[in-house]
């Protein structure tokens, strides 16, 4: 089945690069400012909110636009790949029903084309928060490591979500709605210290947690997270993947009934 799934992404790479370039070139097709708005989302987010909230934690604006910025980077793509990849599906429904293409080449492309977002921004922004602050050390060489983990934990569950979503519709609001408690679960905002030592626990069952750790500490502190922190990011990862790829070849070909 695991192998079935890769062989056909390899047999139509052709039409996945399309894919991936047409999500790339429409996103921001016929507006003013074009891949510049995948910089002026999440700045202006950082700005606002860092504004609002260094006032309320007593933090210097500088010091917490940049602990806010490390949380944001890794959140935003998992939301994004999560929100965008479960509707791939759905939103390719008349060429699915025309053709025979394997299917999960709709939920690869939005979600590496918003991989690719995500670093180019994440690029610019980390110029400006260097500008501010931000450290420069050898440490963010890991940076490309933690992107590949994080698009592999949130590609499997799209993997999974885009085959529920096809036969229950509602699901993308419900996401939705976890997606924003996930935001304020998620020590983004707030470091772990602010949390009270009884509900630390809540939050480490939070994968995203260790997610938002690895981004931090080199974007943040200029350090790497330890090997017992990427352990478990790589089996979240891993095991996110097998069971998205799992899900999606057991009832892929009953997707062209229901849409």
């Known amino acids: 089945m695991f192998i079935i799934f890769f062989k056909e992404l390899y047999q139509y790479r052709l039409v996945l690069k399309q894919l991936i370039w047409q999500q790339l070139t429409m996103r921001y097709r ?21 504004i609002v909230f260094s006032m309320i934690m007593k933090w210097p604006l500088k010091t917490f636009a940049i602990f ?10 998992f939301s994004n790949c999560l929100s965008q990849g479960m509707q ?10 025309k053709i025979h293409i394997p299917k999960q080449i709709f939920v690869l492309s939005v979600s590496v084309s918003l991989l690719v ?3 180019f921004s ?4 980390f110029i400006i928060a260097l500008a501010i602050g931000a450290p420069l050390s050898a440490s963010l060489f890991i940076l490309p490591l933690n992107f590949l983990l994080l698009f592999a934990f949130a590609l499997g569950l799209a993997l999974a979500l885009s085959i529920a979503t096809v036969s ?4 993308p609001n419900i996401v939705a709605v ?16 602010f949390v009270p030592e009884s509900y630390k626990w809540w ?7 260790l997610f938002v750790e690895i981004f931090r500490l080199p974007l943040y502190e200029g350090g790497v997270a330890s090997i017992e922190v990427y352990a478990q990011v790589a089996v979240l990862a891993i095991l996110s993947m097998f069971f998205g790829m799992y899900i999606f070849k057991k009832h892929d070909r009953y997707v062209v009934f229901k849409l």
Request: aromatic share 12%; glycine share 2%; proline share 7%.
């Open 30 to 50: 016929r507006t003013a400012l074009g891949f510049f708005w995948t910089l002026l989302n999440p700045l202006l987010t950082m700005v606002v909110t860092s």
């Open 68 to 77: 806010l910025f490390s949380g944001l980077v890794p959140f935003t793509l």
């Open 88 to 97: 791939a599906l759905l939103n390719n429904e008349s060429l699915i029903k």
């Open 117 to 119: 977002d995500a670093v």
């Open 122 to 125: 994440t690029i610019c922004l």
């Open 168 to 171: 229950f519709r509602d699901l």
């Open 178 to 193: 976890v997606l924003q408690a996930a935001y304020y679960l998620t020590p983004i905002i707030y470091p772990m210290s």
């Open 203 to 209: 939050l480490s069952l939070n994968p995203l947690t």
